[in-house]
């Protein structure tokens, strides 16, 4: 990470005293390291963080079940029969994920459903 802001504080050192300012205005509104998740767009975040490392895991997930399918079958109609099922059962990890309501057990939700009624509340 140190690199990365490096190279870019080299590529764009006439912007470092606007970053500066902008870095100072922020963080008046509250803006710190250990939140800046909550200001990023919910749909940036899903698709490139959680789809991304879920994806994959996913993946491998289903193949190890497809290859225990096709060890334990006795024979080939079995097989078929019984990875047919399995497909038919899966789900797309996205859908999945918007269905999923356990995030508003989380007091981050919390936290912002207050902040969002103060601010309209004023």
């Known amino acids: 990470m140190n690199k990365k802001l490096a190279e870019l504080k080299n590529k764009f ?6 970053v500066d300012g902008l870095r100072a205005e922020v963080k008046e509104l509250g803006l710190v390291p250990e939140s800046t998740y909550l200001y990023m767009q919910g749909h940036h975040v899903m698709d490139n963080v959680v789809l991304k490392l879920l994806n994959p895991v996913c993946t491998v997930l289903r ?24 497909q038919n059962s899966q789900v797309d990890v ?3 994920l918007k269905k999923n309501m356990a995030y508003k057990r989380l007091y981050h939700y919390e936290w912002l459903r207050e902040d969002v009624h103060e601010f309209l509340t004023k």
């Open 63 to 86: 193949r190890e079940r497809e290859e225990e399918i096709k060890r334990l079958a006795e024979h080939e109609e079995q097989y078929r029969n019984e990875l047919t099922s399995y």
């Open 94 to 96: 996205e859908i999945m």
């Open 13 to 18: 050192a006439y912007l470092i005293d606007k």
